[in-house]
């Protein structure tokens, strides 16, 4: 689920008044999934403390923990750490990834692209699909369904697509952010073949 526009914003201020810190994981969401480098930009806010992984080095394994300065120094040497955390390569291959995302615009694509297969779905949901909901940001999305989705997903499979499911009845979808329009059209067929009531 997309949160309500006004649940973060609502949250940072809960944070703020009882001097908790705001601790957000973009693991899934952040390096440009969203349609912005991090998910949180949409809400106009900034959390004390993000965690991300995953797309942050590009596939090859990472996790980071991103503060500011204040909450930085209170981590004492020892206080925070992991064993393979900060090695040269996989900074390497963060740093590389993350100049990529920005300089080639990828959040801008990802929106772009995100809204046109939103769209798509949405098409398909005025058809007999028992689509019940399209939700989503950028090239994060998700299929509510009037039925279990993991027939969906194998049909899917079995058609050269992969997908994932999110609980019993949502068809999740998580394109690569250098996903290609001719690639969200052939998703789109597939899926709607899927989702074809069968006679």
């Not at 940072?12 to 349609?35: M, N, Y």
């Not at 596939?59 to 120094?73: F, N």
Request: aromatic share 2%; hydrophobic share 45%.
């Amino acid at each position: 689920h997309v949160p309500d526009d006004d649940y973060l914003p609502g949250l940072r201020k809960l944070c703020d008044e009882s001097g908790a810190l705001l601790i957000l994981d973009e693991i899934q969401t952040g390096v440009g999934r969203t349609g912005r480098l991090w998910a949180y930009e949409h809400a106009g806010i900034e959390p004390d403390i993000m965690t991300l992984a995953k797309a942050l080095a590009n596939g090859v394994p990472i996790g980071a923990m991103l503060t500011r300065e204040e909450i930085a120094r209170a981590l004492g040497p020892g206080t925070h750490g992991s064993t393979f955390g900060g090695t040269p390569f996989v900074t390497s291959v963060a740093l590389a990834t993350m100049q990529t995302i920005i300089e080639e615009k990828m959040p801008e694509r990802a929106a772009r692209l995100g809204r046109a297969l939103m769209d798509g779905l949405r098409r398909l949901a005025a058809r007999p699909t028992g689509i019940t909901e399209v939700r989503g940001r950028g090239l994060l999305i998700g299929v509510a369904l009037d039925r279990p989705v993991a027939p969906i997903v194998d049909a899917c499979r079995d058609a050269g697509l992969l997908v994932l499911s999110a609980g019993e009845r949502v068809l999740r979808l998580a394109p690569p952010l250098i996903v290609e329009t001719r690639d969200c059209d052939e998703a789109l067929a597939i899926i709607g073949r899927a989702l074809a009531p069968r006679a």
